[in-house]
């Protein structure tokens, strides 16, 4: 069964560290992997998309990491600020039976404090 | 100013209403998208449309219906055999199904009273 596992689930940092989100998948066959940040009450931006070849990429304080052989990908936010306060989603896309589909994880609600 | 909208940001509705979500995108995507977000739950799909009159179900299609009469337009109608319709409503669109980024839109809290 196609799943995508986050965690923490919910996680609390002062202001200026860093942390990092993981998120662990088994859609097979694989084609991509995003994340995004879900402000409250907001519509999910996308941060990174990261496909089967791709190991790092960066966006900002955002980075994403990937490895494909274990099929787990994670996120690090570098010296956080009160704006990251939000929900980061893990999304896999991978493929059923209807052709192409999007797996969502639960997300990581993060809380930046100061 | 390029985007995707959804009105209203917040809709309440008595038990046994029928009511509707607009969804626009004027980024000339083709396909569009509704989800359903809960506390604690990843994003569900609903329904989606790659093309003008063509819509497809999604894993949750009970007690929802669509339409595709424009590119820009993919209203979502929650109807009464809606049993839990209380939720985050997102729309989303996208260049094409496969492989691509979807676009947001800010969505529609629902509340039904």
């Known amino acids: 069964k196609n799943q995508v596992e986050q965690s923490p689930q919910s996680l609390i940092i002062l202001e200026g560290k860093n942390c990092t989100l993981q998120?662990?998948?088994?859609?097979?066959?694989?084609?991509?992997l995003r994340w995004y940040k879900q402000d409250t009450g907001r519509g999910p931006v996308s941060l990174t998309i990261?496909?089967?070849?791709?190991n790092t990429k960066s966006n900002g304080r955002y980075t994403a990491t990937l490895d494909a052989d274990t099929k787990q990908s994670s996120l690090h936010i570098t010296a956080s600020q009160l704006s990251d306060s939000a929900s980061y989603i893990c999304?896999?896309?991978?493929?059923?039976?209807?052709?192409?589909?999007?797996?969502f994880g639960k997300g990581t609600t993060l809380s930046v404090s100061s | 100013d390029g985007g995707i909208t959804q009105s209203p940001k917040y809709l309440f509705r008595k038990e046994g209403q029928n009511v509707t979500l607009s969804c626009e995108q004027n980024l000339n995507h083709d396909a569009m998208y509704w989800y359903r977000q809960d506390p604690g739950q990843g994003l569900r799909l609903i329904y989606y449309?790659?093309?003008?009159?063509?819509?497809q179900k999604g894993d949750i299609a009970e007690g929802y219906s669509v339409s595709r009469e424009k590119k820009e337009s993919f209203p979502l109608t929650v109807t009464s055999a809606q049993k839990n319709p209380t939720a985050f409503y997102l729309c989303?669109?996208?260049?094409?199904?496969?492989?691509?980024?979807?676009?947001f839109g800010p969505g529609t809290r629902l509340t039904v009273l």
């Open positions: 999304v896999v896309s991978g493929r059923n039976q209807a052709g192409t589909a999007l797996i």
């Open positions: 989303a669109s996208s260049i094409l199904r496969q492989h691509n980024e979807q676009f």
């Open positions: 990261m496909t089967f070849s791709e």
């Open positions: 449309s790659q093309i003008v009159n063509d819509f």
């Open positions: 998120c662990n998948y088994t859609v097979s066959p694989f084609s991509n």
